[in-house]
């Protein structure tokens, strides 16, 4: 192989190198922007459910939504933020809650009930509505004042 060739060779293997880190450049790039993205989309998901958090609770002490709906809600947004968050005992009473309550009926299979099946689930709701009642909202009254403690709340 004479030399002309040899340095043919040699640009041709120099100027692939550089087209594969330039490659490689740009897709650590891209990679780097789409975390930023996930991270930033993340950071907005666990705001909108603290602030949800707040809503939801607030209408709980002021007992504008039903101790049912407001103590799975918070339960749930609860689990969002951090799934430890539940096993507080200051926030225990919408698990309990939610446990008592998860096998009734909801939205079109609660249509699908009997009126009598309904009666007896409205029954069976309100007694644990009842019995849970303190202690869901003294657990709304908790969240409040978590979250007025700001960001270092989840800490």
Same mark, same amino acid.
């Given at each position: 192989?004479?030399?002309?060739?040899?340095?043919?060779?040699?640009?041709?293997?120099?100027? !692939?190198? *550089?087209?594969?880190?330039?490659?490689?450049?740009? %897709?650590? #790039?891209?990679?780097?922007?789409?975390?930023?993205?996930?991270? &930033?989309?993340d950071?907005?998901?666990?705001?909108?459910?603290?602030?949800?958090? @707040?809503? !939801?609770?607030?209408?709980?002490?002021?007992?504008? !939504?039903? *101790?049912? =709906?407001?103590a799975?809600?918070?339960?749930? $947004?609860?689990? *969002? *933020? @951090?799934?430890?968050?539940?096993?507080?005992?200051?926030?225990?009473?919408?698990?309990?809650?939610?446990?008592?309550?998860?096998?009734?009926?909801?939205?079109?299979?609660?249509?699908? $009930?009997?009126?009598?099946?309904?009666?007896?689930? &409205? #029954?069976?709701?309100?007694?644990? =509505? @009842?019995?849970?009642? =303190?202690? !869901?909202l003294?657990?709304?009254?908790?969240? %409040?004042?978590?979250?007025?403690?700001? #960001?270092?709340? $989840?800490?």
């Amino acid at each position: 192989m004479n030399s002309t060739v040899a340095l043919v060779l040699l640009a041709v293997a120099i100027a !692939v190198v *550089i087209g594969l880190c330039f490659y490689a450049w740009s %897709l650590r #790039k891209e990679v780097s922007r789409r975390e930023a993205y996930r991270r &930033d989309e993340d950071a907005r998901a666990q705001q909108n459910s603290l602030e949800n958090l @707040d809503y !939801v609770a607030s209408a709980l002490v002021q007992e504008q !939504v039903d *101790i049912t =709906e407001g103590a799975w809600r918070c339960k749930v $947004l609860l689990e *969002i *933020i @951090d799934p430890s968050l539940t096993e507080r005992t200051e926030f225990q009473a919408f698990a309990e809650h939610y446990n008592r309550t998860q096998h009734l009926n909801t939205h079109s299979a609660r249509q699908q $009930l009997t009126a009598r099946e309904r009666m007896q689930e &409205d #029954k069976e709701r309100l007694k644990a =509505e @009842d019995d849970m009642r =303190e202690a !869901v909202l003294e657990a709304a009254r908790a969240v %409040l004042k978590w979250r007025a403690q700001g #960001k270092n709340a $989840l800490h």
